[in-house]
């Protein structure tokens, strides 16, 4: 793997005319650091790509797409367009919804399958992400919740080279949708049932 990154490290140095840097003392932190640069564009086609599949998706209902555009928006550029950190609260916000509403969003994104999703503390997100894509992130503003990182699963359709979603997997991952927001509705009927205060008052005759 390190010869691998290696010599695409050198070629893109050469092609790029500067200085290796990083690479000369050969850590695996550096070689990440130009593959990133290598990928970065190749990737940023396959987010775009990826855009212009989810927006033609037949089964999944709008807002859902919109909140995926705007993981796949906030793919970070440093990761290589691997990977995107965005708090329930900023999908939320981008849609005009509630923080609740956001982390349902977060959760129905996440039984798609277009990403892998795991929640750290930011000081294990910020070696995570130096580990396998050579940055750190600026995590400041996690005080209260630990982030969720958002990482590209390639094995999904959405990634490959087609045009558009195989019809099979647009129909199940709308079928996914459904299921989550049958969920949502369900849990919000209880808690409405058991709150007394949300019933309507009998007005007598």
Known sequence: MENLLLGRAKMYHREANVAPVGVASSTLAGLLYWWTK???????????RALRKIRK????????????????????????YNVARPSAATIAKR????????????????QLGIFRCIQLSPEQARAFCEQHFGFRPKLDKCVTFAPNLFIVDPQHPLWDKATSLP???????????????????????????????KHPKHVRQ
């Open 95 to 110: 849609l005009r919804r509630s923080r609740r509403s956001g982390q349902w969003y977060v959760k129905i994104i996440k």
């Open 57 to 80: 998706a037949e089964h999944i209902d709008p807002e859902i797409k919109i909140a995926v555009e705007v993981v796949l928006d906030l793919l970070s550029p440093q990761s290589g």
């Open 38 to 48: 290598i990928m970065s564009k190749d990737n940023a086609a396959r987010r775009n």
């Open 167 to 197: 019809k099979a997997v647009d129909h199940e991952m709308g079928e996914i949708v459904q299921q989550v927001k049958a969920e949502r509705n369900s849990k919000t009927t209880s808690r409405l049932a058991s709150n007394a205060a």
